[in-house]
């Protein structure tokens, strides 16, 4: 009896070592990332699944490009705090202040993650967000409502925060060019690696269940 409760606590310290030893993976993001039930804090606005499935096939968490790289490729999830229709400065659409739900501002939320991918950018191309001049220090929250110095921001901070942590920034296909070029600037001035991605199908915009495998494929091939 005794060997049995002994094999037992063995059994359960092994699986726990395991799930621990596998690396945690938190996501800041915009609605790419989001589905309904699936982000934290659960308030932040959601885009998936939508309503009608002819407006985006993707209907089942397990279809979303973060849910498939974690799942297929042995991470775990620590946090996903993604938020529909969020810029990374705090400039939205038509010009309204998006400081409550920026990348800026949510920055601080992701948990204790080995690895962050930060998958942001597409609303700030979209709302055509003030993209403002290069600035890797003094911010003032002025500056943040200028795409270039929040990307600057977001990931010096992200690197003050979470020590140790590797940061990658995905970045969609379609963004305006200043945007794009903008994001492998700062990424490069900080020697954070980015993911440019390509070839991604859409439906009303947002990646399709095509898309959305593609995502998944070109992230996990780029992590080590």
């Avoid at 200028?146 to 977001?154: D, H, I, K, T, V």
Wanted: with cysteine.
């Amino acid at each position: 009896m005794r060997k049995v409760a002994l094999f037992t606590v063995v059994v359960i310290a092994c699986i726990a070592v395991q799930a621990q030893s596998k690396r945690g993976i938190s996501i800041l993001g915009d609605s790419y990332s989001t589905f309904k039930g699936y982000v934290v804090p659960d308030t932040n606005y959601v885009w998936y699944p939508q309503e009608k499935a002819e407006n985006n096939d993707v209907q089942d968490v397990r279809q979303l490009w973060w849910h498939q790289m974690i799942r297929e490729h042995g991470y775990r999830l620590c946090q996903n705090n993604s938020f529909s229709g969020a810029t990374i400065c705090h400039t939205g659409y038509k010009g309204d202040d998006y400081s409550d739900r920026s990348f800026c501002t949510r920055l601080r939320y992701l948990g204790s993650p080995d690895v962050i991918l930060v998958f942001g950018g597409t609303n700030d191309s979209w709302a055509k967000s003030p993209i403002g001049d290069f600035q890797y220090g003094n911010w003032q929250k002025s500056d943040l409502y200028n795409f270039r110095p929040a990307m600057a921001y977001l990931l010096a901070n992200l690197q003050n925060y979470y020590p140790g942590t590797e940061v990658y920034v995905i970045i969609n296909t379609e963004l305006s060019e200043e945007v794009t070029s903008s994001m492998k600037t700062i990424c490069d001035h900080y020697n954070v690696k980015y993911i440019q991605l390509v070839d991604i199908e859409k439906q009303w915009g947002h990646p399709s269940q095509k898309g959305m495998k593609a995502i998944a494929d070109q992230v996990a091939a780029a992590l080590p």
